[in-house]
């Protein structure tokens, strides 16, 4: 679908081809058994949870939206990510993971990666490079959440590329409408497709896309033995939210900039980071790699009162944690431990149209 634009290559990816007789929506296949062929080394599906006709046709539009050669679903973004660690972070390896990103990924490489014999090595955005000269394996997120800095790709996959390293990059901030990891040099590109891509609030689901045979093999070897399988009923619903991915991330990035101009000049406001601000300390390297500058805005204002007055006197910011569902959500950070001011709130922008957003939040920051 090259040469196509966004909306185009989502409707596409789900399965906008003419088969006479065939649904023209994806419909879901629930089941947990298979019937069996007498010749049993014809390929087919056995059991539910190795293989399903939804899984197929939703990891067949994840790999042609992150540009991969294949994707595999799990059961959440985390199911997602510790699977591609648990292949490849092995006792004697070292494993750098972001210090100022998801936390929960720090907390899995930290009680159960560090325990089995791996050096855990935690880097802010600012000092992944280096901290990748060291390392066998090499997790890096960009955008930042919640911080919103970003990683330049390019240098860091040429390092890792220098060290024969493996380098996963979380493109759940970006989505594959804004960042395209692989082409950057990544090995593998791990997401939530609970945020933007599914993005209505109402599922969890995460996926793993690369262009190494054997590598994606072992990690799907490993989502066999060890479990963590995507419905089928929410990967259907994944599958048929990709239609309109197009559609709600340019909207929600539109809002973000739009916010985040608004909020720049506001004098309520301590600070602002977003990738789209010719002033961010990030923007240089977005624009290099970037084709959108994400829906995600954080703003530092005086304290946590004032995070939670902004909720209150809002009629349409919702206080929330997770992102990129179809409203407007702010979650102050700090309460989930991030190492970031009491007053630092990270505002997910939803669908609403431009002009209203950006007018309710400022009138509830007066």
Request: proline share 6%; charged share 20%; with cysteine.
């Amino acid at each position: 679908m090259d040469g196509y634009g966004d909306s185009t290559r989502t409707v596409n990816a789900v399965g906008a081809h003419a088969v006479p007789g065939e649904p023209v929506a994806p419909v879901p296949f629930p089941a947990s058994a298979y019937h069996l062929s007498p010749d049993e080394a014809e390929p087919m599906d056995t059991y539910g949870r190795a293989s399903n006709p939804t899984w197929r046709q939703l990891e067949s539009a994840l790999a042609e939206l992150e540009g991969a050669a294949s994707a595999l679903a799990f059961g959440s973004g985390m199911g997602a990510i510790s699977a591609a660690l648990r292949v490849l972070a092995k006792p004697g390896t070292t494993l750098v993971v972001p210090a100022d990103g998801y936390y929960q990924v720090r907390r899995y490489a930290a009680e159960y990666l560090k325990p089995l014999g791996v050096t855990v090595v935690e880097a802010a955005a600012a000092q992944m490079c280096e901290a990748a000269g060291h390392a066998d394996v090499v997790l890096a997120e960009t955008p930042v959440n919640p911080t919103l800095d970003v990683v330049d790709l390019h240098r860091l996959a040429t390092i890792c590329r220098s060290r024969r390293s493996t380098l996963i990059v979380d493109n759940t901030a970006a989505t594959p409408l804004g960042l395209q990891p692989l082409s950057l040099g990544a090995d593998l590109v791990v997401a939530s497709a609970t945020k933007s891509l599914a993005g209505h609030s109402d599922l969890l689901a995460g996926y793993v896309a690369g262009s190494h045979p054997g590598l994606m093999a072992a990690i799907e070897r490993d989502r066999l033995l060890a479990g963590p399988v995507l419905g089928v009923f929410e990967a259907w619903l994944v599958l048929r939210s990709l239609g309109s991915a197009g559609l709600r991330i340019d909207r929600q990035c539109r809002n973000a900039h739009a916010v985040a101009l608004m909020l720049r000049d506001h004098p309520a406001v301590r600070s602002v980071r977003y990738p789209g601000l010719p002033q961010d300390p990030s923007h240089a390297v977005a624009v290099e790699q970037m084709r959108r500058f994400g829906g995600l805005v954080s703003v530092e204002l005086a304290d946590a009162g004032a995070v939670h007055r902004l909720v209150e006197r809002s009629a349409l910011l919702v206080a929330a944690t997770s992102f990129g569902g179809i409203h407007t959500c702010v979650d102050r950070r700090a309460r989930w431990g991030d190492p970031v001011p009491d007053g630092f709130a990270r505002i997910s922008l939803g669908i609403e149209d431009t002009d209203d957003i950006v007018a309710d939040i400022e009138r509830a920051l007066t």
